[in-house]
């Protein structure tokens, strides 16, 4: 099992930047795959991004590509999502999930979950 802790969510102006980072408990955690979601008042839950238990492969939902990027150290248990040029509509609760994986491709459903940061872009 691994328990999981979102920090570097806050208030920014569109077109700034955050590094949301997702420190995991755990000595396994280079065999779990990664995912960053988020969840705007009155949305579904959204997969933003993702990345396979070695780094090797990624995932980012169309309207993110080329703004985040996430990014993973194995040493220090962590997993991190970059986000530049944000957008007003950014704005959501993001979630830090993982899964037992060590598959090469990202997996697109997680076993765990961390509280949450909450990301507020302002226009």
């Known amino acids: 099992q691994v328990q999981l802790v979102e920090s570097g969510g806050g208030l920014v102006q569109a077109g700034g930047s955050l590094r949301l980072s997702c420190a995991a408990s755990?000595?396994?955690?280079?065999?779990?795959?990664m995912g960053w979601f988020r969840q705007a008042p009155g949305k579904e839950r959204e997969r933003v991004s993702g990345?396979?238990?070695?780094?090797?492969?990624?995932y980012y939902t169309e309207s993110v590509k080329g703004r985040f990027t996430i990014s993973r150290d194995n040493a220090k248990n962590t997993v991190y999502l970059q986000m530049n040029s944000l957008k007003p509509e950014d704005t959501a609760v993001y979630y830090c999930?993982?899964?037992?994986?060590?598959?090469?491709?990202?997996?697109?459903?997680?076993?765990?979950w961390g509280p949450g940061t909450q990301v507020t872009v302002s226009s």
């Open positions: 755990g000595r396994t955690f280079n065999f779990y795959a």
């Open positions: 999930a993982a899964r037992l994986s060590v598959s090469r491709s990202v997996p697109d459903d997680y076993d765990y």
């Open positions: 990345i396979s238990f070695n780094g090797g492969n990624t």
